[in-house]
């Protein structure tokens, strides 16, 4: 989550802070229990911000459409409030922030511009106000460093790193900034620094599969194939014990393992996987799921398995 520490009092900070530690270890059914019980204890946006991060982060862990509506519905009463004080214009941000990432997932790059652009205007303005919130650094450095990227300007690439570790600094951001650091890292040929922060990342939060696939990927772009491969080995343990039901969700962790043996020059293990990505997606019944079993199916097609 980005919030920012001035905004808010000490037992809203605290309560935020036991609540992140439920979502991004992907424990979601205590994290909405405990949503509830701050029902009229905590303002009522920064409940509804907290729940917009959590639909994003369960429907993406789980690979489903589900609660989809729900989303739009929570990011349209956010993104609609007045901009009246530093408050509502932190909400605000906030929902175009995870709305940007929403969409990004989904591959609508201009739903994903335009909330992405709205964010990024109301963080600028937020700093303005107190350039020592740390937090506001996230978003305008991994914004700064996308155009240093795009330019192939050194600079502005560095300015934004920089101003991403200083959001290490913030109350909300450090795990995020972690990880915003293994992709601009990683995008910046450094993959060695780039997984060292997605090892960060997962100290933080040890029971998470989402920090997981980044340190899988960190691993990847390092070259380091074995290890990848025994980070899905976890990833595919923690989901047959947690959600053993969801079959499209083993088939994209032996999808990304056989591209993997495949890169080891293994072939027979990597066909094996493959295989076993395509059984499972075709068993996946969940009309919520069939966009995502739909896209491991042509991934797949593109290594000769059908």
Do not use: H
Request: charged residues 30%; proline residues 2%; hydrophobic residues 40%.
């Amino acid at each position: 989550m980005i919030l920012l520490f001035s905004v808010f009092k000490d037992f809203e900070i605290k309560a935020v802070d036991s609540l992140s530690k439920l979502l991004y270890n992907e424990r979601f059914e205590d994290f909405e229990a405990s949503l509830r019980g701050f029902t009229g204890k905590l303002d009522g946006n920064l409940l509804r911000c907290l729940k917009l991060a959590f639909l994003e982060l369960y429907m993406t862990d789980n690979l489903t459409e589900y609660r989809r509506e729900e989303f739009l519905a929570l990011l349209d009463t956010l993104v609609s409030l007045p901009q009246d004080n530093l408050r509502n214009k932190v909400f605000v941000a906030v929902a175009n922030s995870v709305g940007a990432i929403f969409y990004g997932r989904r591959g609508d790059i201009l739903n994903a511009l335009s909330l992405g652009n709205m964010a990024f205007n109301l963080f600028n303005e937020i700093r303005a106000q107190n350039p020592e919130v740390y937090d506001t650094y996230l978003p305008l450095g991994i914004y700064t460093f996308a155009l240093g990227y795009i330019s192939f300007s050194r600079g502005k690439k560095e300015e934004g790193i920089n101003m991403v570790k200083l959001s290490e600094n913030g109350i909300f951001t450090k795990p995020l900034a972690y990880t915003a650091l293994v992709y601009m890292y990683s995008f910046d040929k450094k993959p060695g620094i780039a997984v060292k922060y997605a090892k960060m990342s997962l100290r933080m939060f040890p029971q998470s599969r989402t920090f997981r696939w980044i340190l899988a990927y960190a691993y990847r772009e390092a070259g380091m194939y074995k290890e990848e491969v025994g980070v899905y080995r976890e990833i595919l343990e923690d989901i047959r014990r947690r959600k053993g039901e969801c079959k499209v969700c083993l088939a994209e962790v032996f999808l990304r393992m056989g591209e993997a043996y495949r890169k080891m020059g293994e072939k027979d293990s990597a066909r094996e996987n493959f295989e076993m990505a395509r059984d499972l997606a075709k068993e996946e019944r969940d009309p919520y799921r069939q966009k995502k079993v739909q896209e491991i199916l042509k991934n797949l097609s593109r290594y000769g398995v059908k």
